[in-house]
């Protein structure tokens, strides 16, 4: 083996998913970059904390990896040593409004450049100072990397090791991603493919809110809005009334919306799993891409109260969760469409927080500002909710398909779904 290349690996069902739309679909070219920033207040070592992002890289071998598909099989070549894209930008000396306007504009001008997957590493970094004592931590990687719930784990690690120089005998050992693959290789594939066989049997169709879909754009706009606190608290108070979770109630509205928008009583939309299985010891702290998008079904009838669709709803996706490990390519040829869905819906509930870092007594204060792209798909219409006081939605359309006031009117919709159910979950869901 070429001694500058560490390992090589197979790629998981979405990291083939993202190669091929990176690859193949027009104008997809920075559809899947996802760039995090993060407000650093206090003291900072910029030296200190660049090694400590050159330490990380180091530590997860999977963040230095290049993917072919030129071979039989695509690949991921894990590279031994990498040079750390790194930028330093100084932005004190302008006035606010220029520094806010130059902070914009580079912002945007980073999300929208593009990886190329065949050169590693598919990430980088960047160190804006705004003004004594305060900058902005830019992380930009490609999504075939990794996923939003590595994130928490990602960050944390970062700062353990800016605080010990890049020392990583403070962490725990790492847990690499190659074990997930490993573990991914050993399933029963025989078995996934029969479970999801039985529970797509009898589909008559595809549930496809957009008919003409020739035209491929990789352009995406997003409608967001927040429900009250009041609304939030009595879903989520319904939600334990009836044993549900809150991501099976909010799946469940959506299939009740979907219902209603198609005229069926059987409907699939696309859902996004965190792909970690339980018994795959250290996956928690596993850094790299275990999401999955797989069908979800839901079958009712307009007499039936909404509760016993949502528990039947809740009981059919546990035993579908030891099978959610599959691509989405064999479980859709397996329902004999070549797409079964072209909706998203996505329950974004991070294993940790996210949106703060540092201990009090820490000098240097980490909060999360902002993210972009992570939530982009190359389906026509997603939504995300995002848990917390007053729930948020953000929907996700491609505007070629979709104008802005038919995307309100549907997330109008969905939150009348919503009040009806947390007023009466009771009530039969014709009414």
């Not at 200190?48 to 992002?53: D, E, G, I, Q």
């Not at 479970?195 to 706009?221: F, H, N, V």
């Not at 319904?238 to 919306?257: M, S, V």
Request: hydrophobic share 40%; proline share 7%.
């Amino acid at each position: 083996m070429n001694p500058q290349i560490e390992d090589i690996l197979p790629l998981s069902p979405t990291q083939q998913g993202l190669l091929f739309h990176t690859l193949y679909d027009e104008n997809k070219s920075a559809a899947y970059v996802v760039q995090f920033t993060f407000d650093l207040t206090g003291p900072l070592d910029a030296a200190a904390l660049k090694a400590a992002a050159e330490a990380l890289v180091q530590r997860h071998a999977n963040l230095r990896a290049r993917f072919l598909h030129h071979t039989a099989e695509p690949v991921q070549i894990i590279v031994r040593q990498i040079t750390l894209p790194w930028q330093d930008i100084d932005l004190r000396d302008l006035t606010p409004q220029e520094r806010e306007a130059e902070l914009m504009r580079w912002l945007q001008e980073d999300r929208v450049r593009p990886f190329e997957p065949a050169q590693a590493p598919l990430l980088r970094f960047a160190l804006i100072q705004l003004a004594p004592q305060r900058a902005r931590l830019v992380f930009t990687s490609h999504h075939i990397l990794l996923d939003g719930w590595s994130m928490p784990i990602f960050l944390n690690e970062l700062f353990v090791l800016y605080r010990t120089r890049g020392d990583d005998s403070a962490l725990a050992p790492p847990v690499p991603y190659r074990n997930y693959l490993g573990w991914l290789k050993h399933q029963d594939r025989d078995k996934s493919l029969s479970a999801w066989k039985e529970s797509l049997s009898g589909l008559a169709e595809p549930t496809l809110l957009t008919a003409d879909q020739i035209e491929k754009s990789g352009r995406q706009e997003i409608l967001a809005c927040s429900l009250s606190q009041e609304l939030t608290q009595s879903l989520g108070g319904r939600a334990r009334q009836h044993g549900l979770t809150l991501n099976t109630l909010l799946q469940g509205a959506w299939g009740l919306l979907l219902g209603r928008l198609t005229g069926r009583e059987d409907v699939v939309f696309g859902i996004t799993v965190s792909g970690r299985p339980p018994e795959l010891p250290g996956v928690e702290r596993m850094v790299g891409l275990f999401i999955n998008t797989v069908p979800l079904r839901l079958r009712f009838q307009l007499l039936e109260p909404v509760a016993q669709a949502m528990v039947r709803l809740q009981d059919e996706q546990s035993a579908m969760a030891a099978h959610q490990h599959l691509g989405l390519s064999e479980i859709q040829r397996l329902a004999g469409f070549p797409a079964l869905f072209d909706t998203l819906f996505v329950f974004e509930n991070y294993p940790v927080d996210a949106n703060a870092r540092g201990l009090a007594h820490d000098p240097l204060q980490v909060s999360r500002a902002s993210g972009h792209g992570g939530d982009k798909t190359h389906y026509p219409l997603s939504v995300v909710a995002i848990p917390g006081t007053q729930l948020q939605l953000r929907v996700g359309y491609r505007p070629d398909l979709w104008d802005r006031a038919a995307v309100e009117q549907l997330v109008a919709r969905l939150q009348q779904v919503l009040h009806a159910i947390a007023a009466d979950p009771s009530q039969p869901i014709g009414g």
